[in-house]
């Protein structure tokens, strides 16, 4: 239970048309994630799937029914926010409980709950203290706990994890992973480091300028990018894009290789460059590369590659590999 | 070498920042130790400092002649009924205001606060006639309500300040918990801004305590807080040192006291967020 | 920022402090309008009558008024320059290491916390009487005239009294600002060769910018309408050397029962108020933005 319809959904604030019109269809149980640049108007789809913000027009239909209107209670949706927003002045207890008091429910039930929901998320050992006695990743979780306990139809995260170190947002992706994988409750998870994107979600959103630009799996968006833009947002490093006489030759506009879609060889290939600058990794070797006409490409290589600066290098992009984009951008 | 330098130079600031805070405050010294005086060391000259035969009996004269206690109450209650009154109205408008701006908030606030611009004299006569057809001329209601009033924009301003220190999220976040706006307001939002709305009750009661336009104009004994209890004592008849440094003392030792203890929080209030 | 239904609650929220401030603003204003058209004397009730702009008439044309008008700018000026200047120097000297800084701060507060007609009492009888006053006897003991403060300089008496209230504020207000002045950048002064001089021009000043903004508009909101020290002290004399337009208008209205010249006064006062503060909502608003 926690399908969302979004149809025609609009938004402005003012003059500034923020959203211009989005139609999306998550299903029950779904992972869903909203990527794109930052401005894209990620947060505020969220706002307005939480009726947190109104929209300008359109409809939100959460299993099947039209909430458009309906206050953010009434959704039965549950919120992560980026910060927290956990209430300073409540025990980790009161915080996980607040929701459940604010719906009246019976202390027994309230206290089942917390329990509950601290047991998934470790928090036992914090239910007396203060949120500003915790770390960042304790907070986080209370602020997950807060959500669980009221048995939403779906929860809503926008950038959960941007405030942890590196080490943290790790462990903290894989529990969330976990916890939906637990629970089973249709989750959106607004990010825009696609790392987050590509491994949590079931179905990624790309958007730009508010609008959906690709939906799919992974995958999906991996291989078959629709466009330019969706080419170069999904996958890391980003995808080179070739104009001109290689691109005419496959008869497109522009044409796309990954990184890792290049086979290296420092005799012959394709692509004549020069070695800028070039990273050994160990596990990987990237190389920063000045193609002769004057295009600058990267090229992975996985393992150890011994070239650097200034040598000469032949890339060759592998078979059926190659992206072709016409003028507008759109994959041909 | 260094080090004596600074030395040097921290005991000649100590000095002097000593000696001045020492004159300022020496009007209110000389009174607290004159009230202790018999009334001819009062007016001895030259003056005696410490050395004279401390009474405690000019209290008991003052309490006498004009019950203080009474006129104490009066001032506990004006000021802070005022102030409370002035929260409750102020609370909701200044949540409105912080969390729901609009393109006319800052105006709007700058209207309010410019209503306190507004010269009493200007209003002196109308409320004066309105009191008294309403025969609300001493009596502590109608005094409280005006004292409300002129501190209302003040009130109003401090709450706005620190309301907005606090970040919207969390109101958002209790909105999506199911709070409704009174338990947003009741279970979030107060409590947060618990240390806030201290300083501003406590800036304001202050204010009220020492309002000394209104209570001398609207108030003549029954409602009298002490603002009006000490004027009385400039008529010549009540020309006794030492009885009126008693009457002052007691007039102003208790927001004294509740002013040292808190000027942290009023200075920050007064600031308007201007200065952190 | 939030849903309609938000706005329509927040509309609500603050329509009771705006109806209230209405209120008090206009309802009055607007009584003291009407009478001041009308020749309205306490003493004889019953006798009002239109007489259009005579009180105004009378009032402006009245010498009292414009002195009144002159001790009101005075009282405002001399106060905000004395308290301003003041609070900066001692600010600054609070902000040096010194010894028991916390009973500093507790002693230089106080006045703050004074009801105005104690200070005036006090000021009043205990330090500018020329008899009994402590003043007088510091006079006489190096051997000169005992001067009569509040019958000699009646308005700088009065400036004193209230600047001394004031002072407090301003220097409490002012040292917070200062405290918060980045210590990095004073030190990257330094390092830039910067004098004392150059620092407090340059860093000091600018910063305690929002500072002084602040201190003259809360300042000026009180020095508008001084009362209490008058009438307790000088009761606007002698004559009206020490009358500020408040004074004017209840001595007007409640000494000589005056309602209809009172009232012209009253919004005479307001006119120049709005003046001034037009003027430095101005100021506030940039500087607050
Ligand atoms: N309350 C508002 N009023 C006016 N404009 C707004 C408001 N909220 C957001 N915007 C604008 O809408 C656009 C989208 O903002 P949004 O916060 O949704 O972006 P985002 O995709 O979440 O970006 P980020 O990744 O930086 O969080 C931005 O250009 C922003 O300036
Ligand atoms: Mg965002």
Redesign the pocket.
Known sequence: MGSITLKQVRKA??E?E?IPGVDLDINDGEFVVFV??????????LRLIAGLEDVSSGTILIDGQDMTEAAPVKRKLAMVFQSYALYPHMSVRKNIAFPLKMAGMPADEQARRVGHAAGILNLTDYLDRKPGQLSGGQRQRVAIGRAIVREPVAFLFD?PLSNLDAALRVNMRVEISELHKKLATTMIY?T?DQVEAMTMADKIVV?RA?RVEQVGSPLDLYRRPANRFVAGFIGSPNMNFLEGEAAAKLNAHAIGVRPEHFQLSTTDGMLAGTVGVAEHLGSDTFLHVTLDGGTHVVARASGEFPVDHGDRIWLTPAEGRIYRFDQQGLAL | MARRVSNRRRWFFTILAWGVALAIFFPILWTILTSFKSEADAIASPPKFLFFDWTTENYAEVQERSPYLRHFLNSVIISVGSTLLGLLIAIPSAWSMAFQPGKRTKDLLMWMLSTKMMPAAGVLIPMYLLFRSWGLLDTRLGITVVLMLINLPIIIWMLYTYFREIPSEILEAARMDGASLKNEIVHVLTPMAVPGIASTLLLNVILAWNEAFWTLNLTTSKAAPLTTFIASYSSPEGLFYAKLSAASTMAIAPILILGWFSQKQLVRGLTFGAVK | ?ATKHQKTLARFMVAPSVLLLLGWMIVPLAITLWFSFQSYNLLSPGMERFIGLTNYKYFLSDPAFWQAMANTLMIVGGVLAITVIGGVVLALLLDQPIRGQGIVRILMIAPFFIMPTVSALVWKNMFMNPVNGLFAWLAKAVGAQPIDFLAQYPLMSIILIVAWQWLPFATLILLTALQSLDSEQMEAAEMDGAGAWAKFTHLVLPHLSRAITVVILIETIFLLSVFAEILVTTNGGPGYASTNLTYLVYSQALLQYDVGGASAGGIVAVILANIVAIFLMRMIGKTLE
């Not at chain 1, 794109?36 to 789809?45: E, Q």
């Open positions: 604030f003012g500034v923020v794109g640049p930052s401005g894209c108007g990620k947060s505020t789809l950038e607004v825009h958007l508010g | 920022m």
